[in-house]
């Protein structure tokens, strides 16, 4: 049910007239600066799955939750609980490694009485103190990952005020969730997806936010997966209207919480403003978070939304990750961020992590892979097919585009 508090209901055919005007006045940058204060500051310790930093962050997200009235959606109030095992070597296959970690989402239901409920997400954890296997740096420092992902978080506390406050009678219901454990391998969005606290065949799309917090404003590029996984999304971003350079990806396949859903054969949307040199380390703190930007992005999610809302139950198309092998066992790393936002023919390296394959073979940062043993690498996930075939020790032959040179380098795993 709508928040007491809400303005005069405004009926659906005036929505499209009345959108931009609500959504200016509703979204705050105070807000979101002081969710990210809180959530990327030393208190919560880098918000590790199962530590006292992860349960201030729970803490605080419910009780936001509990201030819009949403109805409580986990197991346990707003929380909902799981046990896990990450194992610290990924490459282990004998489990001898593996540790046992808990975990809880935080859910909070919007009841506008509809058939079918809009999922609105980010995840909130991040790396703890840095002995996470996925951090980029060395040390004992906090990573209180600002970007990532303090600021998907932030706008899924901020989008859940605003569907709550906005005076529109909107057609669906939503559930918002903030998951956990998304960096041992987006288990709490799994553990949702397969034990969900809602009818899952009631779910007619989901919106992820995953580092929205950096918008270069320069370039102010802005990456959207998932537009291949409904018909209804074909033609949705009109990506001449001059807001964003818009970076388009049809696959419901991506290294984030939507992929949880989509496997789920549900319409997926996910928001990114793309890799950063401060990606899992220290350094990605609040004075790097571009505010304005993530304004910016609110709006245009929240204006999304409102456009997919009178559609009706959206069908589900299958992309082409799909029809393939979704997740492949890597048994190597070549130690690459790949930079997901470049519009480039092949694969952007953004950063090379030192001591690792890539490395040792001299290349950088700016390097775009463009073949891999005559492999052609059009995209991330040719990169990844490709790299799905190596075990440890082999030598693979890369052809890479520097500059205006092309040059060939042997890359020993």
């Keep these: ?91 282990d296959t004998t489990g001898t490694n593996a540790v046992q970690k808990k975990g809880s989402n935080v859910l909070g239901f919007l009841d506008n009485g509809a058939p079918y409920t809009i999922v609105v997400g980010g995840h909130f954890d991040h790396l703890g103190k840095g002995h996470h296997g996925s951090a980029l740096d060395k040390g004992d420092e906090i990573h209180n990952g600002a970007d990532d992902n303090a600021s998907g978080t932030a706008g899924v506390i901020e989008l859940a005020k605003f569907f709550t406050e906005n005076g529109i009678q909107e057609q669906n219901n939503f559930l918002f969730i903030c998951f956990s454990a998304e960096e041992d391998g987006l288990v709490g969005s799994k553990h949702f997806t397969n034990t969900p606290t809602v009818d899952i065949g009631k779910i007619n799309f989901m919106v992820n936010m995953d580092m929205i917090g950096r918008l270069n404003p320069d370039t102010r590029k802005l990456l959207v997966y998932g537009i291949g996984t409904s018909p209804h999304f074909t033609g949705l971003i009109d990506t001449t209207d001059g807001r964003f350079k818009y970076v388009i990806d049809s696959s419901g396949v991506g290294p984030t919480d939507h992929t949880s859903f989509y496997l789920k054969d549900i319409p997926v949307l996910s928001f990114f403003t793309g890799q950063h040199s401060d990606y899992h380390k220290a350094s990605d703190d609040i004075e790097k978070i571009n505010f304005d930007g993530e304004v910016d992005i609110l709006k ?48 952007r390296i953004d950063a090379v992590v030192d001591g690792k394959p890539a490395q040792k ?35 693979a032959k890369v052809r890479i585009k520097r500059g205006k040179e092309s040059l060939e380098i042997n890359v020993t795993f």
Excluded: W
Aim: net charge positive; charged share 20%.
């Design 1 to 91: 049910m709508k928040n007491l508090l809400s303005n005069i209901i405004v009926p659906l055919c005036l929505i499209l007239g009345l959108s931009g005007n609500v959504i200016a006045q509703n979204i705050s940058k105070s807000n979101i600066r002081k969710h990210i204060e809180y959530l990327a500051s030393d208190e919560l310790e880098g918000r590790a799955p199962g530590t006292k930093g992860e349960q201030l962050a729970i803490d605080y997200i419910a009780s936001y939750f509990s201030k819009l009235a949403l109805k409580p959606a986990g197991t346990d109030g707003y929380r909902q609980q799981f046990d896990y095992k990450y194992h610290t070597n990924p490459h």
């Design 300 to 347: 245009f999610i929240a204006s999304t939304i409102l456009k997919l809302d009178g559609k009706g139950k959206l069908p589900f198309t299958p992309t082409k990750q799909k029809q393939q092998e979704t997740r492949s066992k890597y048994k190597v790393s070549l130690g690459i961020m790949p930079d997901y936002t470049a519009d480039v023919a092949g694969l």
């Design 361 to 395: 073979a001299g290349m950088a940062a700016g390097d775009i892979i463009e073949a891999m043993d005559g492999k052609q690498i059009k995209d991330v996930y040719d990169y990844m097919n490709q790299l799905a075939s190596y075990k440890a020790g082999d030598t």
